[in-house]
């Protein structure tokens, strides 16, 4: 079955430092989203990305945040200057055509920033 | 806006009794689907299933089972003859029909299940 393909697994960073978080979707999807999961808590919508644009954003995707799609098949997060606060778990996330296709989750890159 | 509420945080079972889990979700819009999603301890999102506002018609796959009422506004799950395997946290979410697909989670249900 395809799966949504994420890199690396863990990540550890210094606080201020820029990560860039990276996502392969399954290849004949055109929906793409980052969703954050901080310790304990609930999973939370960042931004969706269609037709090499982004069509729609949380209020926690800040300036800090940017998305990109930059060879036609990976999909990347980049948190510029990461704080404390962004240690989350990021899921990449990609879909067929919207929500009634279902989305199809990759397994997640956990981000612990010291 | 719309809203997942699951208001059970942590449930805890003996091995081979039934659990169900509640959800309860707000939404403005006629069209719309519903998730469940499990995270098992190794922190993956696992796809349960997905539910569209038009189909009250309750699911049963295996000993997972679904009970959708728009009456209530409720989907809840049900697990039978749980196992320890179905230790995990269990989300809830809602996607509506207008914008671009964006899921909104409730906050999860821990199921801890005990030999």
């Known amino acids: 079955e395809p799966e949504v393909t994420q890199t690396p697994s863990h990540q550890v960073t210094q606080m201020g430092q820029e990560v860039i978080l990276r996502c392969v979707p399954i290849?004949?999807?055109?929906?793409f989203y980052w969703y954050r999961q901080i310790l304990g808590q609930k999973v939370e919508f960042l931004v969706s990305?269609?037709?090499?644009?982004?069509?729609?954003k949380s209020e926690i995707f800040d300036d800090q945040f940017s998305v990109e799609r930059p060879d036609g098949s990976n999909f990347t997060l980049k948190i510029r200057s990461t704080k404390l606060e962004d240690s989350a778990m990021y899921f990449c996330?990609?879909?067929?055509?919207?929500?009634?296709?279902?989305?199809?989750f990759g397994s997640g890159t956990r981000l612990t920033v010291v | 806006a719309q809203k997942v509420t699951q208001a059970q945080t942590e449930i805890s079972v003996v091995e081979k009794e039934d659990v169900t889990l509640d959800c309860v979700y707000e939404?403005?819009?006629?069209?719309?689907?519903l998730f469940w999603y499990k995270q098992p301890p190794s922190g993956e999102l696992v796809f349960l299933i997905r539910?569209?506002?038009?189909?009250?018609q309750n699911e049963i796959s295996g000993r997972y089972s679904w009970n959708f009422q728009k009456s209530t506004s409720s989907f809840n799950f049900t697990i039978t003859a749980s196992q320890v395997v179905d230790s995990a946290v269990y989300f809830c979410?809602?996607?509506?029909?207008?914008?671009?697909?964006?899921?909104?989670f409730g906050k999860g249900t821990m199921l801890l299940v005990s030999p």
């Open positions: 996330a990609s879909s067929v055509g919207g929500q009634s296709y279902g989305y199809t």
């Open positions: 290849s004949n999807h055109l929906y």
């Open positions: 990305f269609y037709n090499n644009e982004i069509s729609e």
């Open positions: 939404t403005r819009d006629t069209t719309y689907y």
């Open positions: 539910r569209n506002s038009f189909d009250e």
């Open positions: 979410a809602l996607s509506e029909h207008s914008g671009y697909s964006t899921l909104t």
